[in-house]
């Protein structure tokens, strides 16, 4: 049995990440990647899509993601490269508590990611029936697409796919898209993009795929964290709906054992797993961090693109928490009317006692930056006083979220 420092399961953006900064503190690390390196994001997640958002034609999309994607995994070949890092192509799978596969370590951090979760709908073995993986390996455009489900996965295609002139439906049970979005944000966005051509039919539950009128059918209902039975074997807890126990600090209920990213179902979004496997091996290495996993922004990149950091209106009211809502919109900005961009509407959730920040709700062109800001406030405990006092660019989108305090 080979002894080292660490031992990761999957090379996603977590376990890539944790490989990488482990190795840079000198541990010694072993990684086990039973498939592409770069994991849903890299290969069939954020990266692929985002190229279908910033290409024209179906045609140009399929081109410019097959290299993107193909630049951006030599990259994470690279960086498992580094001497103090050994990957292993194949599943790794514990065969005890500190054992898996051929080498064992005190640590180890499970970052095996999520998959599609499928809904039990009548006829889903219909071959037009594919999820988000199958809709980005199609090599002719489809006229018709019907999508189940208006979370970020099914809005982000909606909106891709119409632009590239597909007719596209989207199915969804709930009243509103996006609920971890602002509802009120997320009315205003479908509004827009009904307006633009997509048919919604909301409040309606799919019973049987027979009765969907479309060439492609996207099964969008969401993702579930990949747990395998061997991690019964090591004595670790895990639900298959949940994922992974942990606590705050991402520890398992075995002593030395971590998940990290969409398998501990917490936060699924890369730069979460990013950050969480930062924070696993600070408490390796014994380094303290100011992580603040209470501040996690978001986006969703329809067009215009969506993003949010903190509860929504709805969850402020519902927590009886005290706000104030301080709006701004993109049709009063120099820059976006410049940029033909008037879409939008930024809500800043402010707290009127002290004036900080308690979150920040958006869509139009570019919200994501601009949430982005808005953390980097949260987490320096800005008050909305001094975010006045602070120069933003002219003419820049950024202003929009100043003009919301002044
Ligand atoms: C269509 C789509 C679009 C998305 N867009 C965004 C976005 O814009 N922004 C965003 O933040 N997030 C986005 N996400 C979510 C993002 O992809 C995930 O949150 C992120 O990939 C999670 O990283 P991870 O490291 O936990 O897992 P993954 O990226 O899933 O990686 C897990 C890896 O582990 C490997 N593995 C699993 N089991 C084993 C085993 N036993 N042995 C060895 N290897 C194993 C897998 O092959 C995989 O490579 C999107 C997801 C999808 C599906």
């Not at 402010?350 to 994501?368: M, N, R």
Request: proline share 3%.
């Amino acid at each position: 049995m080979n002894k080292t420092d660490l031992i990761i399961i999957g090379a996603g953006p977590g376990g890539y990440r944790a490989a990488e900064y482990a190795a840079k503190q000198g541990l010694k690390v072993v990684i086990f990647e039973g498939s592409e390196v770069g994991g849903a994001c890299l290969n069939v997640g954020c990266i692929p899509t985002k190229t279908y958002v910033h290409s024209a034609t179906f045609a140009e999309a399929r081109e410019r993601m097959a290299t993107v994607v193909g630049q951006l995994r030599q990259g994470v070949e690279g960086i498992l490269s580094h001497p103090n890092i050994t990957l292993v192509r194949e599943k790794g799978v514990f065969t005890d508590a500190h054992t898996v596969g051929d080498y064992t370590a005190d640590n180890i951090i499970i970052a095996t990611g999520s998959e599609t979760k499928w809904l039990p709908i009548k006829g889903k073995e219909d071959p037009r029936v594919v999820d988000s993986t199958g809709l980005l390996s199609l090599e002719t455009q489809p006229k018709r697409l019907a999508i189940i489900g208006a979370g970020v996965i099914g809005m982000e295609f909606a909106s891709v796919f119409n632009r590239f002139g597909t007719e596209v439906t989207v199915i969804e049970y709930l009243k509103e898209c996006l609920p971890a979005l602002d509802s009120d944000i997320a009315k205003r966005l479908r509004k827009y993009l009904e307006k633009g051509g997509i048919t919604f039919k909301m409040k309606t539950a799919v019973e049987d795929i027979a009765d969907i009128d479309a060439d492609v059918v996207l099964m969008a209902t969401g993702r579930k964290p990949r747990v395998q039975a061997d991690f019964a074997n090591a004595g670790i807890e895990y639900d298959e709906r949940k994922g992974i126990a942990v606590d705050d600090h991402f520890k398992t209920t075995v002593n030395g054992i971590y998940a990290i990213g969409d398998v501990n179902g917490k936060q699924m979004l890369a730069h979460a797993a990013e950050m969480q496997a930062i924070h696993v091996v600070n408490q390796i290495i014994g380094k303290p961090d100011n992580i603040r996993f209470d501040i996690m922004p978001a986006a969703i990149f329809t067009q215009p693109e969506a993003a949010c950091v903190g509860p929504t209106e709805d969850q402020l009211k519902v927590d009886g928490i005290a706000y104030e809502c301080k709006k701004s919109f993109w049709r009063a900005n120099g820059k976006a009317m410049a940029m033909g961009e008037t879409e939008g509407m930024l809500k800043l959730f402010v707290s009127p006692e002290d004036g900080l920040i308690l979150g920040c709700h958006a869509y139009g062109a570019h919200s994501a930056d601009i949430v982005q800001e808005v953390s980097v406030l949260m987490c320096k405990h800005t008050t909305i006083a001094e975010l006045a006092d602070m120069v933003h660019i002219h003419p820049t989108l950024s202003e929009i979220l100043k003009s919301a305090v002044e």
